[in-house]
């Protein structure tokens, strides 16, 4: 399984930017999915969530009403639209697939239950 992260940039405070993460090798339509970041020194944070089919998603509150995560099954593709950023939303942004149809409760939060991560986009926020 390959991801493929990309939409990453710099940016104004208040600014948006929309990252895309391409899945292949898989059975993407079958897979949940989930955003994280991660910073210097931090562990990796659970940014959002979304199943299989796109109905139920899950978002960190510290991004919840700014984040939307969506996802397109016939181009394999997720996304995480950004809007109203924060200095603090300053990071590496990791696509990554959820082994079943969707992830439960605090199982979305945790890393280790992702089995596959793409490379990374850097998000740099500017105040």
């Known amino acids: 399984v390959q991801l493929q992260a990309s939409g990453g940039g710099s940016v104004q405070a208040g600014g948006s930017l929309m990252l895309s993460c391409v899945a292949s090798g898989r059975t993407f339509s079958k897979i949940g999915m989930g955003w994280f970041r991660q910073t210097p020194g931090k562990e990796r944070e659970f940014v959002a969530a979304i199943s299989w089919t796109g109905s139920t998603t899950h978002y960190a509150d510290s991004v919840r009403g700014r984040f939307t995560i969506s996802r397109d099954n016939p181009k394999n593709t997720a996304y995480l639209q950004m809007n109203s950023l924060k200095p603090e939303d300053t990071a590496v942004y990791y696509c990554?697939?959820?082994?079943?149809?969707?992830?439960?409760?605090?199982?979305?939060?945790?890393?280790?239950?992702?089995?596959?991560w793409g490379q990374g986009t850097l998000v740099t926020v500017s105040s």
């Open positions: 990554a697939t959820y082994p079943t149809y969707y992830c439960s409760g605090f199982e979305c939060y945790d890393p280790a239950e992702y089995d596959y």
